[in-house]
């Protein structure tokens, strides 16, 4: 079993930047790929980001690349996902996932461990 934690979410004005943190409770962290999701009011969830278990692959939404970047301290049992040039279009509760096995993928069904999420809002 693991446990997923996100953090870093609030409010931020279009334009602007977050940086939200999933920290796992796993040891053997560094075996899993890890994810980024976001799910908007009225919405399916969605894939955002992913990150292979070294961090020497990652995958990206059309929707965020080249805005947003996935990185992992295997040290820290953290991910992280940059997010900047925010747009409102971009409101949604994120959630971190993970998934057995190194490969990044974006599909949710891939995932075996979900958070509990943290919300992000863009608005001015």
């Known amino acids: 079993q693991v446990q997923l934690v996100e953090s870093g979410g609030g409010l931020v004005q279009p334009g602007g930047s977050l940086r939200l943190s999933c920290v796992a409770s796993?040891?053997?962290?560094?075996?899993?790929?890890m994810g980024w999701f976001r799910q908007a009011p009225g919405k399916e969830r969605e894939f955002v980001a992913a990150i292979s278990w070294s961090g020497g692959n990652t995958l990206f939404a059309d929707s965020v690349k080249g805005r947003f970047t996935i990185s992992r301290d295997n040290a820290k049992n953290m991910v992280y996902l940059q997010m900047n040039s925010l747009k409102p279009e971009d409101t949604a509760v994120y959630y971190c996932a993970a998934r057995q096995g190194g490969i990044a993928y974006s599909l949710m069904i891939r995932y075996d461990y979900w958070g509990q999420g943290t919300q992000v809002t863009v608005s001015s």
């Open positions: 796993r040891s053997t962290f560094s075996s899993y790929a």
